[in-house]
């Protein structure tokens, strides 16, 4: 818990800091956002995208990730949440059940994968609260939307908040299809809204942009689909 605060934390400066000077940010340290590598090669420079880069190894995806405008990454923890959420639920059916990584149909969910792959190139200065429909690789429409948060800050102090990036799953319900377009998303309820957050956004590789989703996504949004 302790660690998981302190990400949380570290994340938040480094968005502070990305918002006002457009720099990547580790740690809370400003860095020059371009990474001279590919973004599947960065990716295999940090251990916290371990299980990821198994992941597009797997699925055989290395060029289509490099090819992307824009990936957002998962890291080791979502990947992790989507393993016990899987074995979660089939427990529900058989107590005794095991699922694990080597559990994962690899072939079924590379389009899941693709999900978080975009042509275009997403950055944090375009996005907007209402958000921006962008066409994932899979096929499906993904919510796009850059939110101003109060989190951790001081009323007295702050006089501009900082924004968040968020890559949002938007579901339809009975009666309220996904909209077309932005257009038709005040139509929408709360509820048909799957929003995760960026927790370090605006690393530019020598093949496109990664953003990394906060450590409490889980793959696929397979438990907000539950819920």
């Known amino acids: 818990m302790k660690n998981k605060l302190c990400l949380g934390i570290i994340a938040f400066v ?3 800091l990305f918002s006002c000077k457009k720099d990547y940010t580790i740690g809370g340290s400003v860095h020059d956002p371009h990474v001279n590598m590919t973004t599947y090669d960065y990716l295999k420079t940090n251990h916290l995208f371990d299980t990821i880069v198994l992941l597009i190894d797997k699925t055989g995806l290395k060029d ?9 990454a998962i890291t080791n923890y979502a990947l992790d949440n989507y393993i016990d959420k899987k074995r979660d639920v089939a427990r529900l059916t058989d107590p005794n059940v095991k699922f694990d990584y080597d559990s994962i149909d690899f072939k079924a969910i590379k389009d899941s994968l693709r999900a978080y ?3 275009d190139k997403i950055t944090l200065d375009k996005a907007t609260k209402v958000g921006k429909f962008y066409t994932a690789n899979d096929g499906e429409k993904r919510l796009i939307q850059g939110i101003p948060s109060s989190d951790y800050t001081n009323n007295g102090v702050f006089t501009q908040y900082p924004v968040y990036l968020y890559l949002t799953k938007v579901i339809a319900k009975p009666g309220r299809p996904v909209p077309p377009d932005e257009s038709g998303l005040p139509n929408l309820t709360s509820d048909q809204f799957l929003q995760t957050r960026c927790q370090t956004t605006g690393i530019i590789t020598t093949t496109g942009i990664l953003h990394v989703v906060n450590n409490g996504h889980v793959f696929t949004y397979y438990a907000d689909l539950f819920n």
């Open 14 to 16: 480094s968005i502070i």
């Open 117 to 119: 792959m975009f042509k």
């Open 64 to 72: 289509e990730v490099n090819a992307s405008g824009t990936f957002f």
